[in-house]
């Protein structure tokens, strides 16, 4: 074997496992319960004084975790321990401890870096600890995900990826030092790809399980991917490395109050590929522009841009004022469609079910025609608000796994279930079957999840159409999508992907209702 000898779990007492003396590590709760604690009773950041001397002297003090991993470490254990989101717990951290600039981006890419990947992760630590990665306390477990992604995925020297993590181990659980040192030393020894190679199933006899520990994605998910690409394991692999990337951040430029080329000079980035609206940026915090503060721009995915806009493209026979977003939550489409309508004298009806949701989407659209309706989207016909055939072009963006947003939310991959599924596409047909109802004879329905499991797609689709009793015909959305985009596929529904289009994996399926 290479690298230094593998500690077994016999050679370490508890404390040096990463388990508290004289139990079991907090690891060993149920796998539903991710409160763990803070700390291992770890002193506090930089508050790591030497121990006296038996002369009565004291050691020198050792130097303090530095700053950006320290926000890496509050980032990943918030989310284990809080079930937390990265996209929104970071950016709080970032803003309270005043990192910015190469700080700030490390610790982004650490954060995100070590979310995901860590199914791989996790077996090599497993591997390298001789125990079950789940046994280690908490505190512990995640800083040791830290140091083994900055051994395996990034430039930081091998020496320096082991000492500071020991240094973060020593704060977060201080009897761990000896057995974090020498799990990172096993790790060290091997890349990436040797550790995969050792841990992963042949490709040849199980491609469903090498795939997923070479590209750290649950197998339930890439058998979803891999039967959306049609069985094509060579594309489902290249799905998975894109999955691993870090997204870019795309704006829209609102129609009418904002052009694109003249967005893309003032902040710094680039005409999008595909959306007429799309601005690439290539770094910084969106949140700071002056654009986004004066309602002119706002982020958004160029997926989620050109499904919306495919809506408001469509043809249409007979009047054409009145456009309903059944599930407007957070608000990005809707203010798109809303600056789109208020260019054709149109108004847009945006519904959200939560409360908060609704403010933030009253929020997203403020200045534009938008009326924003605070109730559930499958009160068509019950809710007088939401009368029946009464919208020319309805959108219902379907409350999905979010299996497209992966490279956004990693920790997404992580917690989603395949026991998720028939809930949510109960829900999906449901507010699917609305939308039918509320859209005028010869009006339109575009349907669109950000998820490609073909039970969310094509199978939600074919089933609340067939179920709902309105009669309808589906329109081939391709022509809808900008001239020359690769890998439309056969129509009449559009699946986008990430290492096709560069966008979230965002499917659409447009329905006349005749």
């Not at 789940?134 to 140091?147: F, K, N, S, T, Y």
């Not at 004298?345 to 009253?362: F, I, K, P, Q, Y």
């Not at 999840?449 to 969310?456: D, L």
Request: proline share 9%.
């Amino acid at each position: 074997m290479t690298g230094p000898e593998r500690p077994s779990g016999d050679r370490f007492p508890a404390e040096r496992r990463g388990e508290r003396p004289g139990g079991p590590g907090r690891g060993d709760r149920p796998a539903g319960d991710r409160r763990g604690d803070r700390s291992a009773g770890g002193g506090r950041w930089g508050a790591r004084p030497g121990g006296e001397r038996r002369d009565g002297g004291r050691r020198p003090a050792r130097p303090a975790v530095d700053l950006p991993r320290q926000v890496a470490y509050e980032a990943v254990a918030a989310v284990h321990r809080d079930d937390a989101y990265a996209n929104l717990v970071l950016p709080s951290l970032l803003r309270d401890t005043g990192l910015t600039g190469r700080d700030a981006a490390f610790a982004t890419e650490l954060t995100y870096g070590t979310l995901r990947h860590l199914g791989t992760l996790d077996a090599i630590l497993t591997d390298a600890a001789g125990r079950d990665v789940q046994r280690i306390d908490p505190p512990v477990r995640d800083a040791l995900r830290l140091g083994a992604y900055q051994l395996l995925h990034t430039r930081v020297p091998a020496h320096a990826a082991v000492s500071s993590t020991v240094d973060l181990v020593r704060a977060v659980g201080p009897g761990a030092t000896g057995f974090a040192n020498a799990v990172l030393r096993e790790v060290a020894g091997r890349d990436a790809d040797a550790w995969v190679a050792k841990l992963a199933p042949p490709m040849e006899t199980d491609p469903v399980g090498h795939l997923a520990l070479a590209y750290s994605h649950p197998q339930w998910i890439v058998r979803a991917f891999a039967e959306a690409l049609g069985g094509d394991l060579g594309e489902t692999a290249r799905l998975l490395i894109e999955d691993n990337e870090r997204p870019p951040v795309h704006l829209c430029a609102r129609p009418g109050l904002a052009d694109p080329v003249a967005l893309a000079d003032e902040v710094g980035g680039a005409p999008g590929a595909f959306s007429p609206y799309a601005v690439y940026l290539s770094g910084g915090a969106p949140g700071d522009l002056p654009a986004l503060a004066e309602g002119r721009a706002h982020v958004q995915d160029e997926g989620s841009q050109l499904v919306a806009n495919a809506l408001a493209v469509a043809p249409l026979d007979g009047p054409d004022g009145r456009w309903l977003d059944l599930c407007a939550g957070p608000g990005g489409k809707s203010g798109l469609l809303g600056a789109l309508a208020a260019q054709r004298d149109a108004r847009l009806t945006a519904v959200e079910v939560s409360e908060h949701r609704a403010r933030l989407v009253a929020q997203a659209t403020r200045g534009l025609p938008v009326n924003v309706l605070n109730t559930d989207g499958r009160t068509v016909g019950a809710d007088p608000k939401l009368p029946e055939a009464h919208f020319d072009r309805v959108l219902v963006d379907a409350p999905c796994t979010g299996l497209g947003s992966l490279r956004r939310r990693p920790e997404s991959r992580w917690r989603r279930e395949p026991s998720d599924l028939p809930p949510l596409t109960r829900l999906q047909r449901e507010l699917l079957a609305a939308a039918l109802r509320a859209v005028r004879p010869g009006g339109l329905v575009a349907y669109v999840t950000c998820s490609p499991h073909t039970v969310e797609t094509h199978v939600t689709v074919t089933e609340a159409a067939r179920r709902s009793g309105v009669p309808v015909d589906f329109v081939d959305a391709r022509p809808l999508l900008p001239a020359g985009m690769p890998g439309l596929g056969d129509g009449p529904t559009v699946q986008l992907w990430p290492h096709r289009h560069g966008t979230d994996a965002m499917f659409l399926a447009v329905l006349r209702r005749t």
